[in-house]
């Protein structure tokens, strides 16, 4: 089966950073898209971050960009998501996320279902 398990959250100032690793288990490959996304209380789920399966493509939202950056180690099945710059807006439970053969950013961006979640990780940003 497959297993996509967070890690990394935790208390962080304003202005501070946290490294998210995502590390997936059980897929055929290790070539595979990834979704970052995330949710705060009383607020719908929003995509944050995809990266395409070699890394070599990514894409991320507004409100992130130029903040926070994705990058994975393939060797290892690990996606991971650098938060720079952090915000206590960007509180909030952060997931991984992918679908069955998603391979560029396209097939994660702008989707609403996802057949594969983490558990997801909490970040908490103080100011």
């Known amino acids: 089966q497959v297993k996509l398990v967070e890690s990394g959250g935790g208390l962080a100032q304003a202005g501070g950073s946290l490294t998210l690793s995502c590390a997936v288990s059980?897929?055929?490959?290790?070539?595979?898209?990834m979704g970052w996304f995330r949710r705060a209380p009383a607020k719908a789920r929003e995509f944050v971050a995809a990266i395409n399966w070699s890394g070599g493509s990514t894409y991320f939202t507004d409100s992130v960009k130029g903040r926070f950056t994705t990058s994975r180690d393939n060797a290892k099945n690990t996606v991971y998501l650098q938060m720079n710059n952090l915000k206590p807006e960007d509180t909030a439970l952060y997931y991984c996320?992918?679908?069955?053969?998603?391979?560029?950013?396209?097939?994660?961006?702008?989707?609403?279902?996802?057949?594969?979640w983490g558990q997801g990780t909490q970040v908490t940003v103080s100011s």
């Open positions: 996320a992918t679908n069955p053969g998603a391979m560029s950013t396209t097939d994660i961006v702008g989707r609403n279902e996802y057949e594969y």
């Open positions: 059980g897929l055929t490959s290790n070539s595979y898209a």
